[in-house]
C-alpha cells in the first residue's frame, strides 16, 4: 500500500495515512516515538527517586501507568520502559540511569478486531488473558523474537503495542502482515493510531 500523507519530523518520514486503509484492524509503525529505558538497582529503594515527567514507576513488574500522553511499563526489580505515546519530541532526563532506545527498537500497534486472533498465530503469549487489566506489559517472544507487548485493551477495540530490537523489524512486519491476510489486515498511518487512542480514554 502507498502512503497517501506523509510528514518529516528530524530524520524520520511519518506515514500520516495510507491509500485504502479500510476499516481495520490496522498494523501502525511508530517507530518514531520516543522511548526511554530506565534502569536502576535500587529504583524501590527510594519511593520518590524515579519518577520520569514527574510520573512514579510502577511497584509491580507488569503493571503499566499512562499519564500526559506517557506510558511508563515496570519490567522487572530494576528497570522500566518509558513510552511517549503523544509523538511529541521529549528531552531525556540527565540522570544515567536513563538511556534513549528509540533509534535501536522498532515499534508497533496492532490493533482493531481480530488482533488477538492474528496474535494467537504468531505467539503462544495469552495476550487476552481476562484476568489481566489493560493495560498491562507481557514479555516474551513474538514471532520467535523477544518483545515487549503492552495489551492496551481487550474489549471492543482492542489492541496492542510492542516493541523489539529494531534488527528485527522487517521480518516481523512482514510475519504479522502475512499472519492478518485472512482478516484484512491493513497497514496504517499516525493518524489512525491516535483515532484509536482517542477512543480507549
Known sequence: MRPAKEERRGHWVVTLEYENEGDG???????????????DS?????????????????EQPGVCIIKDGV?????????????HLSGEEAEIPPETAYTDVTDATVFLALMGKKTFAIAEKLTALDLSDPAGTAPFLI????????????????????????TCSRGY???????????????????????????????LK
Not at 71 to 83: E, G, P, S
Not at 175 to 196: M, S, T, V
Open 42 to 58: 535500587d529504583q524501590n529503594g527510594d519511593r520518590g527517586k524515579w519518577k520520569p515527567l514527574g510520573i512514579p514507576v510502577p
Open 169 to 199: 523489524a522487517h521480518d516481523i512486519v512482514v510475519a504479522i502482515l502475512e499472519a492478518g491476510k485472512a482478516f484484512d489486515l491493513r497497514p496504517a498511518g499516525e493518524l489512525a493510531f491516535k483515532r484509536w487512542l482517542k477512543q
Open 139 to 162: 514479555q516474551g517472544p513474538f514471532v520467535h523474537v523477544p518483545c515487549q507487548i503492552v495489551v492496551m485493551a481487550n474489549g471492543e477495540q482492542p489492541g496492542i503495542l510492542m
Open 71 to 83: 506510558m511508563i511499563n515496570r519490567m522487572n526489580n530494576t528497570q522500566a520502559a518509558i513510552w
Open 25 to 39: 484492524p490496522h498494523l501502525v509503525d511508530l517507530s518514531h516515538y520516543v522511548r526511554w529505558d530506565l534502569q
